[in-house]
């Protein structure tokens, strides 16, 4: 099955043309959907006009879809759906707000970590609200040999308690319980990515605490030399959404940073559904 792609950039990123994902999907015609997905790190569908059941059966052809810890930002009746918006109900936020304004992957810190993220565009600012996403393998490929021997069997512990009282202040702090749900975990910081066999820079801002076997200040003299490396203005692609955009990034090729807006004259509204499973099957020793 050919499908009708246009590149959105010289080297990750493609938008899909001519398909209505309200529509069943065929088998041919989603594995050609995933072969896309793996070779472009994030695909594009436009104008979709998407109902959360059509969503999270969209997004369920790649695998099992994350529960979110924090279900109470999830729509009542799919609790695989979760909600980012800064709009309320009766004083009472109807999703998180502020989250991921920082370059990150997505669910690093959960013991099945994310194969890849599905987000729709309900309601979106006139301006702002924009998400950067940057290649990982591209990112890789353009470090140097010296600090890509430095880093060929280092670990990192990707922390959400840690990001989470960092960067929510503002929230509710997590209970003990809630943090027995997402204990620190360690990966390799440089991954193979197992549909590419390419190497991935697997790094996340503020969610890495620390590299094993490195103070906490130098690991983050280090992250803070990675993270730049790999976001500089020709690694990124930044997406302006339109209502009815739906993008599907690789979490195991790509990090992501949400732009902020004005969230006072203006609201927006998305919904994302997670996969996770399987992220690195089949990985090979990098
Ligand atoms: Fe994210």
């Known amino acids: 099955m050919g499908l009708n792609i246009r590149k959105l950039t010289g080297h990750f990123g493609a938008e899909i043309l001519d398909i209505d994902l309200s529509e069943p999907m065929s088998d041919a015609t989603f594995a050609a959907v995933s072969t896309a997905f793996d070779e472009n790190s994030l695909i594009l569908f436009r104008g979709q006009s998407l109902t959360p059941a059509q969503h999270i059966a969209f997004s369920s052809r790649w695998g099992e879809l994350e529960h979110h810890v924090l279900q109470e930002y999830t729509l009542p009746d799919h609790p695989e759906l979760f909600v980012l918006t800064n ?29 890849g993220s599905q987000l729709y565009a309900r309601e979106v600012p006139p301006e702002g609200g924009d998400t950067w996403f940057t290649s990982l393998t591209a990112a890789y490929d353009s470090l140097p040999e010296d600090l890509k021997a430095r880093i060929a069997d280092l670990k990192a512990v990707h922390s959400y308690a840690h990001v989470y009282a960092l960067k929510y202040p503002d929230r509710e702090p997590l209970s003990e319980e809630r943090k027995a749900q997402v204990p620190d975990l360690v990966h390799p910081v440089v991954r193979t990515h197992p549909a590419t066999g390419r190497k991935v820079l697997y790094i996340s801002e503020y969610i890495i605490k620390q590299f094993i076997g490195m103070s906490v200040e130098e690991s983050r003299e280090l992250l803070d030399e990675l993270n730049a490396r790999a976001t500089t203005d020709d690694l990124i692609y930044r997406h302006q959404w339109r209502v009815g955009d739906l993008i599907c990034w690789d979490n195991r090729a790509t990090m992501h940073f949400a732009q902020p807006y004005d969230d006072v004259n203006y609201t927006r509204l998305m919904h994302t559904t997670r996969v996770i499973t399987d992220v690195f099957k089949g990985e090979r020793a990098a």
Do not use: E, F, V
């Open 87 to 115: 709009k309320k109900k009766d004083g009472k936020p109807l999703g998180a707000h502020k989250t991921g304004w920082h370059w990150h992957i997505d669910n690093t810190y959960m013991p099945r970590p994310s194969l």
